[in-house]
Every structure is written in C-alpha cells, then in structure tokens.
C-alpha cells in the first residue's frame, strides 16, 4: 500500500476565529462564537451608559444573543483599529444598523469594546520574549510547522499575529493542552483513495463531495469524493504537548504575545529569496497554469491548450459557482496547481479550482471613500499575481501586499503611495524576476503617476519611475507642460504592464493629463501621458516611449492591453507590440525601438482626426478635438473606442480579437473634466467584437453585440483549440469559432460581465473561467 508520509506533530496553535462584527444577520462564513470564558476579573465592572443602544442584540454582559454575536473576548475585534470598530459602530455592518452618536459616546464605546477584548500583545507578559523566539525557531521546533514574521512552514497556522488575536493564557492552554480546540481548517485526518492508498494531512476545506488536503510537503490536494472512499478523523491534534521547561513556556507564550503582525513597511528581518525555479514559472508557466493577470508576461490571453474546440465546444457545461460579497467583480482567476485565486474589494479568496471550495480568505476593511480615487472608492480590483509561495495584491488605497499561498497570512505590506492626491489600487501586480511591479490610480485625484518595483521577499523598494514630471523640473519632458497644470497631477498607471522574457524589458501604459477637458494651463504634448512606456526592468529608466494622443482632451488615457507578439510582419519577423487605444486607432509598434509600423481606424465613429500622419505618427486633428463651455460632440465617447479589458492575439489566425464601442459623447470644457452622455437615437452605442488583420488594420470579421454597450467590460481570450471566448453586452458568455466568428456556444449569466476569461487545466482536464455579476464561473467538458 502507498502511503503520503504522516504529518509530523507540530506545534499547532488554535487560533481563535471570532465574528468580524458585532451586527445581527448574515455573520461572515468563517465566524465562530467567540471564546466567553475570559475569567471576569478580566472584564471592565461595568459597561457604560452608552452600550445601552448595544445590550438588546449583544446582551446586557456584552456575551452575545441569538440576535448578534459575543463582543466578548473576539479575536477579530482585537485585530481591528479602534477606527474600524468605530467605523462599525456608526455605519452599521451585516444586519447591524448604523448608530448617529456623538463622537465622545462613540470613543466611550470603542473603549469599552476595546477593554473587552485586550490581547496578549496589550497585556503585555513578564518573561524573555527574545528567549522565546529562539524555542520557536530553534529547540521547539515550532517553525517547522509555523510561521511567524515571514519565517517557517506553511504547515499550521500563521502565529505572526498571534499576539493580537490570543491572550496569554490562551497561548498557554494551546500548548499544554493542544487537544482542547484545534482552528478549523487544520484538523489531521487520514483519506482512504479508491485505489487503495492512503493520504494523511489537513483538512483545509471540506464538502459532501469533495476536500482539500494538505499533506506533510505542503502540497495542497484537490479531491473529489469520486477518487476516495473514507475520510477518518485523527483523534487528537498534530500538535505535541510542549515539553519545555517552565521557564522556556513562558518565555515562549511571551514571544508570541508580542507578535502583532506586519507593519505598513518592508520586512527588515532576512527573507528566503525567490528561487530560479519559481520565477521561471512565471515567466514560462507550466501547462494549465495560469499565475498572472494575463496568464503570461507578454500580455497577449493566448493559451495553447487545446482540450476544448471547436468540434466539442458546444458540450461546454458549467462545473461550478462561487458567489463573492461584491456585485460587479472585476477579477480575473489566477490559478497555479490547480488552487484559484479571485478578488474582490480588500479581498483575496483561494479557492478550489476543481469544486470552487473556499480554501482561506483575506480581507480587510473597505477604506475611506474620501481618500481613495474612483474606481478604487466603487470597490473595485481585478486580481492578483504569484510567485513561489506568495500572492501580491494591490488594495484600494495603494498597498501593496504579500500574502501566502497556503493559509493567506499577510507576509508584508507596504504603503505605494508617494505625494499628495487620492490614491486608489485596482490593477493586478506584475510579477517580474524577483520584483513585482504595480502602477496607481488617481491621476484625476491630485496624483502624480508612477510605476514601481518592490522586492518580492521583503517589499523594499526596488525603483520608481514617475510618468509626468513635478512642478518645477526645467527637463525636456517639463517642456512639453506649459502651465499651471501640473500642481493637479496626472499620468496614471492603473493597469497592468507587460514584459518581454528576451530582453527584459518591461512595458507600461500611462493615464491621461488633468484637467480632463481643459488643456490650457497644460499647453504642449503633456509627456509622458498617453503613451506607453518601455522600462529597464533592472533600473527603472525609460528606453523609449510612444504617445498617442499628445494634449489629450478627452481623457482617453492609454491604459489598454499592451500586447507582445513574434510575428511575421510582411514577409519579414518582427518583434511588435499591439495596442488599441481608447482614441480610436489601432496601432502596431516594434517593441525594440518604439517606431510605429501601422495606425489605423479601430471604429468607424472617429471625429477628433481624421488619421494618423505617418511622417510624424501623430493625429491628424479635425475641428471635433476641441472642447468649449457649451459641451462639443466627439467620437469615441469619454469610456473611449476600447478600455482596459483584455485582447489576443491568436499565432494561429494571425488575428487580433479586441472589443470595440462606436459611441459619441459630449465634452463640456472644464477645470473638473465634464462629460454629458450623447443619445443619438439614429446611431445608438454599440459594443462590436473585431478580429484584426495586424499588418492591414482592417477587420476579418466582427461581432455586433446587442445590450448595453458601456456597462460591458468583458474581455476575450482565444486558445489553440481555435476558440474566441468572449462576454457579451446582454449577459452571456460565448465562444466564437476564432477563424470565422461563427457562434458555437453561449451560457447566459444574466449578469452584467465586467471580467475578463481565463483558461486553466486541472490532471490534464481543461477549464474556462470568468467573473459575472457577483459570481466566479468554471465550466468544462463532461464526463471526465
């Protein structure tokens, strides 16, 4: 019989899991009761005139009630900002209702909360700390299993922030006493397979039909009840009873009262490096991964499996569904080993690829409106990127995060944000080498844009590269700024960048100047918005750059795919960047040198030029591209000709799938930007799916799709199986025959879809995914 080698007896602590809010109704999925039985000399005398408003749901002791949950000894109360229990208390939260207090009553109740729930990092312990983190990753051996700032095994809990979440005595129990509660999600069991071997390791997560489980090598396996015939439970925990002396228990306890997590700032404590063999896996994916935004570095949603086609597309079935708390996700899956990674607003999930299965979750509060720019402020992200053992997310006011890939504990978490301005994160990092690379939003906020890099391991920064220059500079680019302008920001970087494995050279669109609409205190090209940028990943320097729409007015910024391919380019190989832009063209550049070698019509709804001058490669403006105080009607509308959504770029068709808008809209001349919608009821907006002939610009075939053109922000991705998978305006999602265009298969999500597909393989078996509404969606062929 084969046998996975047995878990070793780790230390595992049983974190306490506690409800997230104190608000009544629909409590989070991973909420458990909190622990009540904190001695009550432990507990204020007496609960304030103010928690009066609180006793009828959380009971007059504050231990909770069938209405609303224990505030009581919570582990996820002590981890939260006395701002974020404050936010709670006058928003509301979960069936909570909002409380329009006074700010002194709200302090006395935040207070009052606070004193409940007094963590050992609070309470401080009386022992050798620096004693007790040598037993953990020493003598004690607890880091075989554990992690705690960065360092040790993803095979028990992450204790980095145990400090906040336990009191001492907790911390004792759990290691004199590791049978009395083990954290869910790290329960032993043994999996008897249908073959007759066994498997032994945790239960991460479990359903009637299927499990996870993670075995002694960290190795996470995805199964379905198909493929085993008996789960048995271990009787007791993994976790040893800890033999130390007395002395080394409490200055081991004392050691982990004082973990509080990482701070906002890079890990200053040595980091395992990434491996060669880790960041070649990002830069050539191993076949049915998916481990990046685009799926690869270059940018193009091209994938060669070919599981799926066009002989067997239409037995297409949906696999399975998971719904996330954000109603227009934005997110595009990443998937490495089969484990699928999905966002949503200041949430990462790991999920099964196989079942959908929720493995582990972060989150953290929904910041500020006031602070953060637009998109950001709706809530929306669109994904993550990997490498190795760590996912990297960019929350909504600009954080750059490192998570682990096995429990999703926070490695670091560093503050991108540089200068004034609302700031906002929405775009999924890029992984390069050992950086990873994110731009920022809010270049209509007050922002000056830039592109950085940040160590992987640790977060330090790497470089910085600003798109617009500062007040002041005299440098040639300053030139191109003429005006008052500048002080107001602009150049955004808020989607994600492309890379070519070659050269190394990283590529990267820039958002538009500011004002919008009003260009006169920013006279000139306005360098380097609207362009896309090549960058020496190593130092962060401009190699050259394109801009497409110098002075723009219209705020059709070039935050668009940009596309790598290797292709024959009349008769001869060339190394060419695609790119189509919110302005209306479609432009083929070669990536080595910038020099443009086609711009044509994208749309045919296209009034601000009448072309490009291929002397200069600049517009060819016609009287349309001038705004006035009275509004001037131009083509593209304000949302632009094409957006942010995905492309591909198929070898095979030699086509280029892009979905375009023929809209008009209006464009007041204005300091704060102003937009009005057109309505032509003889011309209404129209979403169109164009494949391109790359070296002709001109459309093989299209796609008229009805439904609501602008509320439509569905990519494509094409594969080898010569398919073209696509959202649609009305709600669907389609895949088109990728030579012809011909329908060969649709699934109505009655959802307006806002992400873009994505395709991965499981044991061979190809999946399709995309987000809809609210919703994660996997389909596959049946009967396998």
């Not at 050539?284 to 070919?306: A, F, Q």
Request: aromatic share 8%.
């Amino acid at each position: 019989m084969n046998r996975i080698p047995r878990l070793r007896r780790p230390f595992l602590f049983p974190l306490l899991v506690a409800p997230l809010v104190f608000g009544s109704g629909n409590w989070p999925v991973f909420s458990q009761a909190a622990d009540n039985t904190t001695p009550a000399a432990a507990q204020p005398e007496k609960p304030p005139d103010q928690f009066a408003n609180c006793t009828l749901c959380h009971g007059q002791d504050a231990r909770g009630s069938d209405r609303a949950p224990s505030l009581v000894n919570s582990a996820e109360l002590r981890a939260m900002s006395d701002a974020d229990i404050a936010n709670i208390i006058r928003k509301g939260k979960n069936g909570m209702p909002p409380f329009s207090l006074p700010a002194a009553d709200i302090d006395v109740l935040v207070r009052y909360i606070r004193a409940l729930n007094r963590a050992g990092s609070e309470i401080g312990v009386a022992d050798d700390s620096q004693a007790g983190e040598r037993i953990f990753f020493g003598a004690g051996q607890c880091s075989t299993c554990h992690m705690a700032g960065g360092r040790g095994m993803a095979n028990g809990p992450d204790l980095s922030d145990a400090g906040r979440r336990l009191r001492p005595e907790e911390l004792t129990k759990s290691l004199t006493d590791p049978d009395a509660r083990i954290t869910s999600g790290w329960a032993a069991v043994t999996v008897t397979m249908d073959n007759g071997s066994t498997l032994h390791g945790f239960e991460r997560a479990r359903g009637s039909h299927d499990l996870v489980l993670q075995t002694a090598d960290a190795k996470l396996h995805l199964l379905v009840d198909r493929e085993y015939k008996e789960i048995i439970p271990d009787e007791h925990s993994p976790m040893p009873v800890f033999k130390g002396a007395p002395a080394e228990l409490h200055d081991l306890v004392a050691y982990l009262s004082s973990l509080k997590g990482p701070g906002v700032g890079p890990l200053t404590a040595p980091q395992p490096a990434p491996t060669q063999v880790q960041m070649t896996e990002i830069l050539h994916p191993k076949k049915g991964d998916w481990p990046n935004y685009n799926g690869t570095p270059d940018g193009n949603r091209d994938s060669s499996l070919d599981d799926i086609t066009t002989r067997n597309v239409s037995k297409l079935e949906l696999q399975w569904i998971c719904p996330l708390p954000f109603p227009g996700l934005e997110t595009t899956p990443v998937v490495v080993d089969g484990v699928m990674y999905v966002t949503a607003n200041n949430q990462v999930y790991a999920l099964s690829g196989l079942t959908g299965r929720e493995i582990w979750r972060y989150q953290r509060p929904k910041s500020q409106t006031s602070v953060i720019s637009s998109d950001a402020a709706i809530g929306v992200n669109r994904g993550v990127a990997t490498l190795g053992d760590r996912v990297f997310y960019l929350t909504d006011d600009a954080h750059l995060l490192a998570l682990n890939r096995l429990t999703g504990a926070l490695l670091w978490d560093v503050s991108v944000r540089e200068g004034p301005g609302r700031f906002g994160g929405t775009a999924a990092p890029l992984v390069v080498g050992d950086l990873v690379i994110t731009g920022v939003g809010g270049g209509d906020d007050g922002i000056r844009g830039f592109v950085a890099a940040y160590k992987a391991a640790t977060g330090t920064l790497a470089w910085r590269l600003w798109t617009v220059p500062k007040p002041g500079d005299t440098d040639l680019v300053a030139t191109t700024w003429q005006g008052t302008a500048l002080a107001l920001g602009g150049g955004a970087t808020w989607t994600t960048g492309s890379f070519d494995t070659k050269s190394d050279v990283l590529y990267w669109p820039v958002g538009n100047p500011h004002p919008d609409t009003d260009g006169d205190q920013r006279l000139g090209g306005n360098l380097y918005t609207n362009s896309d940028l090549a960058i020496d990943v190593k130092t962060g320097k401009i190699l050259w750059y394109y801009q497409f729409t110098p002075h723009d007015l219209h705020d059709w910024d070039a935050n668009e795919p940009i596309v790598l391919v290797n292709a024959d380019w009349k008769g001869k190989n060339r190394k060419l960047l695609l790119h189509a832009n919110r302005n209306g063209f479609f432009y083929v550049l070669d990536r080595t040198n910038g020099k443009p070698l086609l711009a044509t019509k994208l749309v045919s709804r296209l009034t601000w030029a009448s072309g490009i001058d291929t002397k200069t490669w600049t517009p060819i403006l016609l009287p349309a591209n001038e705004t006035n105080a009275q509004g001037s009607i131009t083509c593209p509308a304000v949302r632009g000709a094409t957006n942010w959504y995905s492309t591909a770029y198929n070898p095979s068709t030699r086509l280029y799938y892009v979905m375009t808008v023929e809209d008009c809209g209006i464009y007041v001349k204005s300091e704060e930007g102003g937009f009005r919608r057109y309505n032509n009821p003889a011309e209404p907006a129209q979403k169109i799916l164009r494949a391109i002939n790359i070296e002709t610009g001109k459309p093989a075939w299209q796609i008229a799709l009805p439904g609501p053109a602008q509320s439509n922000y569905a990519g494509v991705l094409t594969t080898a199986g010569s398919l073209v998978f696509l959202g649609e305006s009305s709600g669907g999602f389609a895949a088109v025959d990728a030579r012809t265009g011909k329908y060969l298969w649709h699934f109505e999500t009655n959802h307006a879809i806002k992400g873009s597909p994505m395709t991965y393989a499981i044991g061979g078996r190809q999946f399709v995914a995309i987000a809809s509404g609210p919703n994660i969606l996997s389909f596959a062929l049946p009967g396998q």
